[in-house]
T-cell receptor
């Protein structure tokens, strides 16, 4: 089992560019989410999905789009990158109910210049 | 408004001693709490959890205590080992329909265990 796989691991973008961070899980989890980690801020929830075709906003959704067309994949799109989006991004997945232990990917370190 | 707070950014402990990491929350809807451990350049990994119907949960060297009236939980590591050096995140979630995976994290505490 690969668990939660994120690509790319590192990315440098110029201000205004767009890109998609990929996330895939092979555990048949209903719930998937995206977090960003910034120094002194912990992990903050960007967007989440409780199943294919269903997404919702988290704490810091502005500047990001998501879609969930399959159970396995949950890509995060940056429409027009800004320096404030420089961060480490983590994708996570879990079952909806029991234990709610979330499994995290290795992270994507994004720098916007 | 930070719903989950870890007020100590860092903690240094001698090997073999107890490490105590603290976490406070404000949202009364939270009824499931988790601790995650994170090494540099890796994703967080689940450590231990507790539901609001309990006040203590143990797993080997790790024990989590929950004080609902004070909205406070703590993680005890006994004995501490150098391999425990990492950032520890406290997280909380309400166990209701469609919200079970929605984790709200604290800022993290960096634990350093010195040999």
């Amino acid at each position: 089992n690969a668990g939660v796989t994120q690509t790319p691991k590192f990315q440098v973008l110029k201000t205004g560019q767009s890109m998609t961070l990929q996330c895939a899980q092979d555990m048949n989890h209903e719930y998937m989410s995206w977090y960003r980690q910034d120094p002194g801020m912990g992990l903050r929830l960007i967007h989440y999905s409780v199943g294919a075709g269903i997404t919702d906003q988290g704490e810091v959704p502005n500047g990001y789009n998501v879609s969930r067309s399959t159970t396995e994949d949950f890509p995060l799109r940056l429409l027009s990158a800004a320096p404030s989006q420089t961060s480490v991004y983590f994708c996570a997945s879990s079952y909806l109910y029991t234990g709610v232990e979330a499994f995290f990917g290795q992270g994507t370190r994004l720098t916007v210049v | 408004d930070q719903q989950v707070k870890q007020n100590s950014p860092s903690l240094s402990v001698q090997e073999g001693r107890i490490s105590i990491l603290n976490c406070d929350y404000t949202n009364s809807m939270f009824d499931y709490f988790l601790w995650y451990k994170k090494y540099p350049a890796e994703g967080p990994t689940f450590l231990i959890s507790i539901s609001s119907i309990k006040d203590k949960n143990e797993d080997g060297r790790f024990t989590v205590f929950l004080n609902k009236s004070a909205k406070h939980l703590s993680l005890h590591i006994v004995p501490s080992q150098p391999g425990d050096s990492a950032v520890y995140f406290c997280a909380a979630t309400p166990m209701i329909y469609n919200q079970g995976g929605k984790l709200i994290f604290g800022q993290g505490t960096e634990l350093s265990v010195k040999p």
